[in-house]
Every structure is written in C-alpha cells, then in structure tokens.
C-alpha cells in the first residue's frame, strides 16, 4: 500500500496519476463511511473519516475489518493537522481521528509520500 498526504491543493492527485500511472477511472473519491477499495486508488481519506466522525464509525477500525482490501490500494488524504485548531469539538475529533488513521495507515504503508507544490518528499 502506497500512502500519499499534503496539504490542500498541493497536487496529490496529479502526483498519483504520474507516479503510479493512473487514470481517472482507477481513482475512488470518499463521500461518506463507506470506501470502494475495488478501485486502484483511493483519494480524500478525511472526508471518509468525517463521515466516520458523525456517523460514531471509528476509521481505524474499519481500515483493521477490511485490511485484506486495501493492502495494494494507493491511498491519498489531505493533512488537515495543521493550522487553526478547530473550535467545534466534532470538527477537533475529525481532525485527530484522521491523524489516528494516517499513523495507522503509515505503519503498514510500504511507501508514504507528502505532496507539496506538486513536489513529492518521500518519507518512507
């Protein structure tokens, strides 16, 4: 499993479609709690764990329930750890519960990558 993180905007998705030779059909979008791992990629990793967040889903758990899944997967999730902290407490636990997944997810990523300005820093 491949693990891309960056900030907002940064070009991960581009980065993803070069490195990896993906098409737009080979990319997945999270739009709730539930991820379709059938996809060669799967981008915006915080939005699955906001809908955790409201819907009481722990991601972390998840992501252990269907492990054989996402094992050859490329994952891509925006780093929304930095900057203001939020004062909404559901919008702090959507912030730590995606650092929660990212530290899961980067321990068994054979590859982790931050996308910044288009710019790939391997950091595993």
């Known amino acids: ?9 940064q070009g991960k998705r581009d980065y993803a479609k070069t490195a990896y030779d993906l098409s737009e059909a080979d990319i997945c979008t999270c739009a709730g709690s ?7 990629c ?3 990793l915080e939005e699955f764990t906001l809908a955790c967040v409201q819907e009481g889903i722990d991601p972390v758990a ?5 492990m054989s899944d996402w094992r050859d997967s490329i994952l891509i999730c925006q780093d929304i750890s ?17 650092g929660r997944l990212c530290q899961y997810l980067s321990a068994r990523a054979e590859r982790v990558s931050r996308v910044f300005c288009g710019l790939e820093q391997r950091l595993k």
């Open 1 to 9: 499993m491949v693990l891309i993180i960056g900030g907002a905007w």
């Open 62 to 66: 998840y992501f252990e329930r269907n």
């Open 42 to 44: 799967i981008d915006r």
């Open 82 to 98: 930095c900057g203001v902290v939020p004062m909404e407490a559901r919008l702090r636990l959507w912030r730590n519960e995606t």
């Open 34 to 40: 539930e991820i379709d791992f059938s996809c060669r």
